[in-house]
């Protein structure tokens, strides 16, 4: 019942606007902790451990509004169940992306929206009796993280629909799995309005039914074949406008062509192209693995992913600390504003991972920037040349410019983001909110449009899982960073944040060997066209001197015959 190929490229908008949705309510909603961390403590989750410990006064604060007890052990669990679930969140994109390449997008995206609709439902079940069933939470975050990273990597394939404006389709998708963390703060202002936590998850499970409906519906079995694969064609229609001559009666037939996109099935290719997407067909996997582009990519998406996912684990903590300044004996009024504030800026983080939405087409912008003037990569180059007399732009070396402009300007905001959130300022910190929201979304589409412009098609699912899976386990460390944090460091996170800005500046080691790269391939381009025009002027000497020569015997033939060259007679 799976739609063909040409079916799901004529419902390639209703799939793009519809993933874009579903990206936003279903994937990575696990980002959105602070909000859910609140909750999850209103609910009970784990109060128990604060009543086994309740001897020690200064790790047990009181709930007002439902009695369940709170406290720092408390809060050390839940935090490891977040760390699981945002592992698997990147983790689980490797053997994601092998058997996406393998079976294409739609039977993970079926068992992504299984998986999130069973987590919803494991987390309003484990609701109903939380001292008995709060271990539900650790298999229900971690069905979340997988159905959401399901959701979101099947639908980093379908921009191959959309040509030169892909790297746009593209950040677009990513932005709404970046601005997907608004959605638990969303679900808290249904949940300060009285709704039943465990009406609301109900209420979840059942939309991400609908996820599985639509991709069952409109996805096809197929991967989506890059924008340079041959099947996509353009057709062009003629249409016939009839015109009549008022004076003469005479009728004329003027014929308009009208170019549209279709797809069809593949068609044989002229040599050159055949040889030419063999060559990148034949490109070994390890060959891409070990390019040093990918292994400084995954040094920067490592670093970053372990800066912004421990702020979002610690955001709480944080911010607490700025109201209380790490005083231990606080007053109970101290302890009241405290929360107020932190349920507060929370909720204002969690509003703001909209702005994800909203920036990652500026820096899809970037990665598309003059694209449409370069010359086409299965195209005979000379061909082109010859027919065109401004010469065009090469499109590799565009891309890997536009990458290298895309990681710096990223690289710049993430550092930037590191020494605001080092200042004991609570307002100030609003301004971090936004720089961590930028830099979170714009870094994502920063590695897959740079993976989509260096390495073959087929290697862009595994070579995306592989950074993301080393990206996890790497942000693993933010636990005992949390730790440390609440324990030896007493709250303040001023050294951790200090050490996390010294690596970040590592992120500048990939857009500088970007800059070696494209370098090389100038110069390499610059002596292929020096080459080409030295044998091009070789081709045509041979054909000058022949033209001058029958010139000559022409003009010789003419005076024999007794005319001059002005054409008169001698």
Same mark, same amino acid.
């Given at each position: 019942?799976?739609?063909?190929?040409?079916?799901?490229?004529?419902?390639?908008?209703?799939?793009?606007?519809?993933?874009?949705?579903?990206?936003?309510?279903?994937s990575a909603v696990l980002l959105g902790w602070g909000s859910l961390l609140i909750m999850l403590k209103n609910e009970g989750f784990y109060s128990h451990l604060c009543i086994e410990n309740e001897t020690v006064d200064t790790n047990v604060t009181s709930m007002e509004n439902g009695g369940w007890r709170s406290c720092v052990e408390q809060e050390e669990v839940l935090n490891l169940g977040f760390t699981i679930g945002s592992f698997l969140l990147s983790a689980a994109t490797l053997p994601l992306g092998i058997l996406m390449d393998r079976?294409?997008?739609?039977?993970?995206?079926?068992?992504?929206? *299984?998986?999130?609709?069973? *987590?919803?439902?494991?987390?309003?079940?484990?609701?109903?009796?939380?001292?008995? $069933?709060?271990?539900?939470?650790?298999?229900?975050?971690?069905?979340?993280?997988?159905?959401?990273?399901?959701?979101?990597?099947?639908?980093?394939?379908? /921009?191959?629909?959309f040509g030169n404006v892909r790297s746009t389709i593209l950040s677009l998708m990513i932005g709404s799995y970046a601005s997907s963390a608004v959605t638990f703060p969303g679900v808290k202002l249904i949940y300060d309005l009285g709704v039943s936590f465990r009406v609301i998850m109900w209420v979840w499970s059942g939309m991400a039914c609908t996820v599985f409906m639509n991709c069952f519906l409109n996805w096809p079995a197929e991967s989506f074949p890059a924008p340079e694969d041959i099947r996509y064609t353009k057709k062009v229609k003629l249409s016939g406008l009839v015109t009549e001559d008022k004076m003469t009666g005479d009728r004329?037939?003027?014929?308009?062509?009208?170019?549209?996109?279709?797809?069809?099935?593949?068609? /044989?290719?002229?040599?050159?192209?055949?040889?030419?997407?063999?060559?990148?067909?034949?490109?070994?996997?390890?060959?891409?693995?070990?390019?040093?582009?990918?292994?400084?990519?995954?040094?920067?998406?490592?670093?970053?992913? =372990?800066?912004?996912?421990?702020?979002?684990?610690?955001?709480?903590?944080?911010?607490? %600390? $700025?109201?209380?300044?790490?005083?231990p004996n606080h007053s109970e009024e101290l302890q009241k504003e405290g929360e107020e504030q932190v349920g507060f800026y929370s909720s204002i983080f969690g509003t703001m991972q909209l702005l994800c939405l909203l920036t990652c087409p500026l820096i899809g912008y970037i990665m598309d920037w003059r694209l449409k003037d370069c010359e086409d990569e299965n195209a005979n180059t000379q061909t082109e040349k010859s027919q065109s007399d401004a010469p065009k732009r090469d499109r590799k070396i565009q891309k890997l410019t536009n990458a290298m402009r895309a990681f710096t300007f990223t690289n710049l905001l993430l550092v930037t983001f590191g020494i605001i959130s080092m200042f004991d300022n609570l307002h100030l910190q609003l301004v971090s909110f936004v720089l961590h929201t930028i830099v979170r979304g714009f870094?994502?589409?920063?590695?897959?449009?740079?993976?989509?412009?260096?390495?073959?098609?087929?290697? %862009?699912?595994?070579?995306?899982?592989?950074? *993301?899976?080393?990206?996890?386990?790497?942000? $693993?460390?933010?636990? /005992? =960073?949390?730790?440390?944090?609440? !324990?030896?460091?007493?709250?303040?996170?001023?050294?951790?944040?200090?050490?996390?800005?010294?690596?970040?500046?590592?992120?500048?080691? $990939?857009?500088?060997?970007?800059?070696?790269?494209?370098?090389?391939?100038?110069?390499?381009?610059?002596?292929?066209?020096?080459?080409?025009?030295?044998?091009?002027?070789?081709?045509?000497?041979?054909?000058?001197?022949?033209?001058?020569?029958?010139?000559?015997?022409?003009?010789?033939?003419?005076?024999?015959?007794?005319? *001059?060259?002005? !054409?008169?007679?001698?």
């Open positions: 019942m799976a739609p063909s190929l040409a079916q799901a490229y004529r419902r390639r908008w209703w799939m793009a606007i519809t993933a874009i949705i579903e990206n936003l309510l279903f079976y294409g997008p739609r039977p993970l995206r079926l068992i992504g929206s *299984s998986c999130f609709a069973a *987590s919803c439902a494991m987390i309003a079940a484990a609701a109903y009796d939380p001292e008995v $069933l709060s271990g539900l939470i650790f298999l229900a975050v971690s069905f979340n993280g997988f159905g959401g990273i399901c959701l979101t990597f099947t639908s980093l394939t379908l /921009p191959n629909m004329y037939v003027t014929h308009v062509a009208v170019m549209e996109d279709m797809m069809g099935p593949k068609q /044989p290719e002229p040599e050159q192209t055949d040889t030419q997407s063999t060559t990148q067909g034949s490109v070994p996997l390890c060959h891409s693995v070990c390019s040093p582009i990918f292994l400084w990519s995954i040094i920067t998406m490592a670093m970053t992913q =372990l800066r912004l996912i421990f702020f979002m684990g610690a955001m709480n903590k944080m911010l607490e %600390f $700025l109201v209380t300044h790490g005083n870094i994502h589409s920063c590695c897959g449009g740079l993976y989509a412009a260096v390495y073959p098609a087929n290697h %862009f699912g595994t070579l995306t899982g592989l950074q *993301s899976m080393v990206s996890a386990a790497f942000a $693993l460390l933010q636990q /005992p =960073l949390f730790i440390l944090m609440l !324990g030896h460091l007493s709250g303040d996170p001023y050294w951790i944040n200090l050490v996390l800005l010294i690596f970040s500046l590592a992120g500048f080691l $990939l857009p500088g060997y970007l800059f070696y790269h494209r370098r090389n391939l100038i110069r390499a381009k610059a002596e292929r066209d020096r080459l080409a025009a030295s044998q091009s002027i070789k081709e045509t000497t041979p054909l000058t001197q022949s033209d001058s020569g029958t010139a000559k015997s022409q003009a010789k033939g003419h005076a024999a015959n007794g005319y *001059s060259s002005n !054409g008169h007679t001698v």
